[in-house]
């Protein structure tokens, strides 16, 4: 299985920008901790991080017919892109949402997400496990798909 895993803007701050909240790793340390959790699932994976709209949009699109499942933690643009949405709803990859932050408990112009409309299912306020859920539920989810 080929899982595209995408972070959004500001992610790269990880370890650096508000530790209360995204808590101490660094984004090095999410990005291993992804790593071995696809290692352990057997599942290929590829880590892209940007802090540009387009550029996700861009990597969304490149990914059809490419890849088996995007896990996608949008950042700020959970919040704000019709774009992200609307490029994961033409390429019809099954994704997964995660944050790191429980979005809901936030401020008021955090709880909605425009990504929610299209992913299978979302993971937040589970700082890195939450990854590791998504990834597993993407696994399970392309799983059954494929014996359909
Ligand atoms: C976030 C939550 C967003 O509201 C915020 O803009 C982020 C990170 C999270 O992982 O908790 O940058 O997606």
Redesign the pocket.
């Known amino acids: 299985m080929k899982l595209l895993v995408i972070n959004?803007?500001?992610?790269n701050m990880l370890g650096i920008?508000e530790k209360n909240?995204?808590g101490d790793g660094s984004f090095e340390d999410l990005q291993h901790y992804i790593l071995e959790v696809c290692k352990k699932h057997n599942v290929e994976c590829e880590l892209f991080q940007s802090n540009h709209e387009g550029e996700i949009v861009d990597k969304i699109q490149e990914a059809y017919s490419n890849v088996d499942a995007i896990l996608i933690?949008?950042?700020?643009?959970?919040?704000t892109s019709v774009a992200i949405l609307d490029a994961l709803s033409a390429v019809c990859i099954p994704c997964a949402e995660?944050?790191?932050?429980?979005?809901y408990i936030?401020e008021e112009f955090?709880h909605h997400s425009y990504v929610s409309l299209v992913a299978k299912k979302t993971f937040?306020?589970m700082g890195f496990k939450?990854y590791k859920k998504a990834i597993e539920f993407l696994v399970d989810y392309c799983y059954n798909e494929s014996i359909k």
């Open positions: 959004g803007p500001n992610i920008r909240i995204y933690n949008p950042a700020a643009y959970t919040h995660v944050h790191l932050s429980d979005i936030r955090r937040c306020g939450g």
